[in-house]
């Protein structure tokens, strides 16, 4: 580069020296006339013009145009530990740090590279060139290229970032979601780091300069053709060795080759498991059996289980109805709960066959997951792989001998277990329970609901009435275990009888008045009136005539009008009586009246003579 600068020069000394001089001395005024002020004050020499297009025609042959902010091509010409040595035919060579080319590592001697000039000369007159400019103004070029023609394109990862990775392509940098670094879900993100890969480009906003990235879209295309291929070939039945791709509550999907069956979670085992990972793991490589596929075979259904021997085939012949076994419960419903009694060989035991009580219950009152337990076997149908089990037949039925335990008339102590509208669930001992009519249950109060006498779990004391040893029904009393009071009551609370006490409520069309614990009359509101022509309020103590006692129903009516009312209906009948008696003193008998009549006559008589003298 030095030789091509003295040559230069050597054709630019003499056509400027010659010219200048032997012009001023020949004609003076002719060359102030003349004289170019301009390059005189700039300090520019006036050069003849032909050899200054001869000049200007030499240095763009030899040297580029380092003054422009044009990209130009460059050759690498020696790589130091740090900086790459680029000669861009100029009068010397350009500095690049490596730092610009960590996109390409395999970066050598001889390679052509563009960049732009960053400074023409630094303090040591070096030019310092940039690789990574230059790309910059190019970049966008190449990646709208790249997205329009789907090439391939080089990207160096530089870190990790949310949701996936940032990628220097051609100097920008783009952005590599997680979901397209792989066709496989990606766990540890940072092995991809500081590593350059290929890419596609898939998108490009030029409003906001966003670029995305794919490298699951390179490899997909693989992928389809060898999803085509292995598809062709999928029959029910074939035996495909796979990797555990994805692990959810409900199943296991696996990678075929670049096709994905999924394993239900009940292909997995025979036995009985409660999430996947208990059988499998992420990335393990298992053979798998297809066992359907739909009509695309975009689905398709495998199974790991079916490729061992089902346990039901393995069972013992020797094992019959009768027989005890132990195991393991593994599922609790409502209804009852299964039991492992061998790998993959499963039980029901119904919540009926949990205990003798013809009162059902819940089969968690009975076992949990993971108990151990004995059972026998009810029923065994081998073809169907169904087993029925029962725990309650492990004890004699306590309805064997029910007559000696409980004849009629026995009196006991049960536990009240459960209300129905109708009465109350009494349990003498397990597997014994007997029913309460509401109606039995007390002689006196009126019950509307069994919660209102009692509560769950609470003792009472039973008087067998009835027993029904084919039907296993026991009906019992609570008001039979005491004498019905209502006996004494007949007696105690006649009709006319008079009792005090006071309003206990105010209902419809009357009130109630409490004589004791047991007799609640009813008091109808005419019968409410007080003698001052008010009536009687709630908690108004006074006396009452029952007017009304119906055993049977257990009906009590009084009244407190009837009280005084009866008194003056006796003051009336008194006071007549009284004035009866006081006529008949003074009314003149029969007798009486025939002598004053027969006087009076006589008068008359005597009268009607005189005149007639």
Not at 203 to 228: G, P, T
Not at 351 to 377: C, K, N, P, Y
Not at 529 to 536: A, H, M, S
Request: hydrophobic share 40%.
């Amino acid at each position: 580069m030095a030789e091509k600068a003295k040559q230069v020069e050597a054709t630019e000394a003499p056509a400027v020296e010659a010219p200048v001089v032997s012009e001023a001395k020949a004609n003076p005024e002719k060359f102030l006339k003349d004289f170019n002020w301009h390059n005189y004050q700039e300090g520019i020499d006036e050069v003849d013009d032909q050899q200054l297009k001869e000049f200007e025609k030499l240095v763009a042959e030899n040297f580029v145009d380092t003054l422009d902010d044009e990209v130009v091509e460059g050759t690498v010409v020696h790589i130091s530990d740090r900086d790459a040595i680029i000669d861009i035919n100029a009068k010397s060579e350009g500095v690049i740090s490596l730092n610009e080319f960590r996109y390409n590592p395999d970066l050598k001697v001889g390679d052509k590279v563009e960049v732009l000039i960053d400074v023409r000369e630094d303090a040591t007159g070096q030019l310092v060139l940039s690789h990574r400019k230059a790309r910059v103004i190019k970049a966008w070029d190449r990646v709208n290229g790249a997205h329009d023609t789907g090439e391939i394109v080089n990207g160096f990862v530089k870190c990790r970032t949310k949701g996936g990775m940032i990628v220097d392509v051609f100097g920008i940098e783009a952005f590599l979601p997680g979901s397209q670094i792989d066709v496989k879900p990606i766990r540890d993100y940072d092995q991809y780091v500081n590593k350059t890969m290929e890419f596609k480009v898939v998108k490009i906003n030029h409003e906001f300069k966003n670029v995305v990235v794919s490298h699951k879209a390179l490899i997909e295309a693989d992928i389809e053709e060898q999803k085509k291929e292995i598809i062709g070939q999928l029959e029910k039945g074939q035996v495909l060795e796979g990797v555990v791709k994805n692990i959810t509550s409900y199943g296991v999907f696996i990678d075929l080759g670049g096709v994905d069956g999924l394993v239900h979670i009940t292909d997995l085992s025979w036995s009985r498991i409660n999430h996947p990972n208990e059988i499998v793991e992420l990335d393990q490589k298992l053979n798998v059996v297809i066992l359907d596929f739909d009509e695309n075979k975009s689905r398709i259904q495998l199974g790991l289980k079916q490729l061992s021997k089902h346990p039901w085939e393995a069972l013992a012949e020797e094992v019959k109805v009768g027989d005890k076994v132990k195991g393991k419960v593994v599922v609790i419903a409502d209804y009852g709960a299964f039991i492992e009694v061998a790998d993959g060989v499963e039980g029901l035991i119904h919540v009926s066959e949990m205990s003798w009580s013809t009162h059902l219950r819940s089969a968690q009152d009975f076992v949990s997951v993971g108990d151990e337990v004995e059972a026998v076997i009810l029923t065994l149908d081998r073809e169907d792989r169904k087993m029925s089990l029962g725990i309650k037949q492990l004890t004699p039925d306590p309805w064997t001998d029910i007559t000696n335990k409980y004849p009629l008339a026995s009196k006991h102590t049960g536990i009240v277990r459960n209300f129905t509208n109708f009465g109350v669930f009494v349990e003498l001992e397990e597997g014994i329970d007997g029913l309460i009519y509401i109606s039995d249950l007390s002689w006196t109060k009126k019950i509307k609901h069994p919660s209102e006498f009692c509560a769950v779990g609470d003792k009472l004391d039973v008087i067998v009435l009835e027993l029904d040893v084919e039907g296993r029904k026991l009906s019992l009393g609570h008001k039979q275990t005491t004498e019905n009071p209502w006996d004494k009551y007949e007696t105690e609370f006649a009709l006319d009888t008079v009792h005090a006490s006071e309003i206990t409520e105010i209902v419809d069309k009357g009130a109630t008045v409490t004589f004791n614990d047991d007799i609640v009359a009813f008091v109808p509101s005419r019968h409410l009136e007080k003698e001052d022509g008010n009536k009687l309020k709630k908690g108004e103590s006074a006396d009452f005539k029952i007017i009304e006692f119906n055993k049977e129903f257990k009906r009590v009516v009084a009244s407190h009008t009837a009280i005084f009312k009866a008194e003056e209906i006796k003051n009336v009948k008194a006071a007549a009586k009284k004035a009866a008696s006081a006529a008949a003193e003074a009314k003149p008998t029969l007798g009486d009246a025939n002598d004053a009549l027969q006087a009076l006559k006589d008068k008359m008589d005597g009268k009607a003579t005189k005149a007639k003298k």
